[in-house]
């Protein structure tokens, strides 16, 4: 894997580790009364969206309302799922000690069961970013994004399958959870009937789905139903799309880092907080962009501080961005469409074995030395021009 | 877990995952704050100043409140900083008066104490649980009551008062009042005042940090309950105050009906022990491995750390932390007591880490 990073020496790993976790105990000595009263701001936006989309598809006689209706439920959707659910599964809102907000009590609005999200997200993938046959978020078992993964002829559909999995975000999501907790008990120990018990917790929550979004609320419009089921077809759609495209920006754009098991074998906090910044890539956008992906918009941050609430990301990006200038560290930011395009060019190289898929992404170069400046805190990293990759094969 | 179809199995599960009381909360809330199909909440309808130290919150509070008996104390929640601090306040009312009030007085160091007295004014929300307690009057009422108050210890005390008073009680009742200096005297004209209504109540201050001409001064002593009694062993004895305070009445009414009531503050529950070394304690539905002394109560260990298991009175009583303990043993702090090793459900703020732990947490 190509790096754009300085090299860092022991010491130098160890002193940004450090200022690292300083700006992490400033932080949490922060939160209090704001964090609060935004997280009841979203949750208070969740319902009423939820009330007014429902309502509008019930109630709508013409398409304009219809299709505001089907919108607002897919926003409701998306803050309960990112804002509010994702959060608060992280147990960033533990503290208000409120069970709306705790993560031991809180179950969310789609196919996949809180709890073993919590495990396969929270433990899993936090713990081992990016390490490839560990973090089961990478690729999703079936996109190839790195020479580490062995290209096989099936790769070269991943195109296509990613776009289906883009509709059905969701249940990719859910299918994907159930089965990373019987992958994780030791192979010896794993029995047929375990795998059936997680799945149907699973098939539990599908269930639940289901029955509200395309039973219940439809049988309360009578003959109406056609309509209520497709506005609920619409804003999962919606919601799906868009989580897909925020959640595949965080770790597959075209410079985030993937690492072996033997990578991370001893591995101290200091390595662990970067590892999580090579592993990870940030959006730019607006406040209320920033809300819509849950602040994964600022999935480096999150990677870092999983436990912190989400909003404080914004106030930690621009120091941590300097303490990374520091230490000649590659800070992963981008607009949307430049990151969500990087994504998809790395997924399309990759559907290529290493050959083509070299040419591709320019990875056959070895390690890049940006020009560091240690002294200078504003420090901005000049990347390479891509023109030159091809011939360097 | 029984299988597909979930919903005919399991059709309440099914029917509380829509969750129609969160609903319900929520567009009740929206319409007044202290509607509400689940919590009890209720409005502040007037603050009183007792003492310098000391306010009587009067409250209003919503259709869930079923009421109490004289003496019992209730949950309050207050939010300090974000954050729901939950801690036990005597109600100071008579059940029939037409709001309830606590009395509260400012605790050094108190969190919530100080809070309340500093901050809460007309207006606000408080969320109350449902009152409990045994520190009430049995059916028969005792000819001969004698009444130990120490400090803010006076407010169950003063609830029961107004009970006899309403109920036209015939006998006689001593209330000893403990208290630092004249100034502090909570309650004191509705105390006076009930004395001179109904003539079967005495009351003596007894001074312990300043001294009044005309006052005894001191703690309690064999003395000071000789001169004010006549035939002690006669008395059914109510003793409310801190903890010294009731340890020493204890002792010295061996033999007589005692009800007693004691409030301890947070941390005040845990037998000071000091340990050499950690205990590993793993949180096996967040994967996570701790270190914790096993000085104090789990719940507090935890909150070191920046672990923040839901939890409520910090005393036992409310069962809000309870959580499943799947290895390892545990001291319950409330009476000494050490735990299996096995499997068992525990509460946090309660327990101290006796050995290495896996909690359901």
Known sequence: MRTISKKLNNEEVEAFGKEVEALREEMMAKVGKEDAYHIRFIYKTYRYTEILGRGLIHFSFEPISFVAGSLLLATSKILNNMELGHNVLHGQYDWMNDPRFNSRTFEWDIVSDAHQWKFYHNYMHHTFTNVLNKDHDYGYNFTRLTEGQKWKPTHLTQPFTNLFLAMNFQWGVGAHGYRVEYMEIPKKQRKKKTLKDYKAVFFKKIELQLVKDYLFFPLLAGLNFPKIILGNLIANLIRNLWTYAVIFCGHFTENAESFSVDDIVGETKAQWYLRQLKGSSNLDGSNFFYTMTGHLSHQIEHHMFPGMPAKRYREVAPRLKEICAKYGQHYNTGSFVKQFASVWKRIIAYSFPDSIAGKLMGTKKKYLEPKVVLSQPSFQISLPGEEKSASLT | MKTFPFIYNEPREFLKSLQPKEWADFLLGEINPRFSTTAIKAKVVAVREETADTKTI????????????????????????????????????????????????????????????????????????????????????????????????????????????????????????????????????????????????????????????????????????????????????????????????????????????????????????????????????????????????????????????????????????????????????????????????????????????????
């Not at chain 2, 209730?74 to 939950?86: D, K, L, Q, Y």
């Not at chain 2, 304690?281 to 935890?302: A, C």
Request: glycine content about 8%.
């Open chain 2, 58 to 361: 009067v409250l209003k509070p919503n259709w869930l409140w079923k009421g109490f008996r004289s003496g019992q104390h209730v949950p309050v929640t207050v939010e300090i900083a974000g954050r729901r601090v939950t801690r036990f306040y005597s109600l100071s009312s008579h059940p029939k008066d037409k709001h309830l009030s606590i009395t509260v007085k400012r605790q050094k160091g108190g969190l919530v104490s100080n809070f309340i007295n500093q901050n809460i004014k007309k207006g606000d929300l408080l969320e109350l649980g449902e009152a409990s307690g045994e520190f009430v009057l049995p059916k028969m009422i005792p000819s001969k009551l004698l009444f130990l108050a120490g400090g803010s210890g006076i407010t169950p005390i003063h609830s029961i008062l107004k009970q006899l008073q309403s109920s036209k009680y015939d006998g006689k009742a001593t209330l000893l009042y403990f208290v630092r200096s004249y100034e502090d005297v909570i309650l004191r004209s509705s105390l006076e005042e009930i004395a001179k209504t109904t003539g079967w109540l005495n009351i003596r201050y007894i001074f312990s940090d300043v001294p009044k001409e005309g006052y005894d001064s001191g703690f309690l002593t064999k003395e000071i309950l000789k001169k004010y009694t006549d035939d002690l062993k006669s008395y059914s004895v109510y003793v409310c105050g801190p903890a010294p305070m009731q340890t020493k009445a204890l002792s010295l009414l061996e033999g007589n009906e005692v009800k007693s009531e004691l409030f301890l503050l947070p941390g005040q529950t845990s037998l000071k022990v000091k340990k050499s070394g950690t205990v590993d304690v793993f949180l096996s539905l967040s994967h996570k491995t701790i270190q914790v002394k096993g000085e104090r109560s789990l719940l507090e260990e935890l909150e070191d750390q920046g672990i923040y298991p839901q939890s409520g009175c910090r005393m036992g009583i409310c069962h809000t932390c309870v959580c499943k303990k799947a290895v390892g043993s545990v001291t319950d702090l409330s009476n000494g007591e050490v735990s299996e090793l096995g499997e068992e459900n525990i509460q946090i703020c309660v327990s101290r880490a006796e050995s290495n732990l896996e909690l359901e947490l």
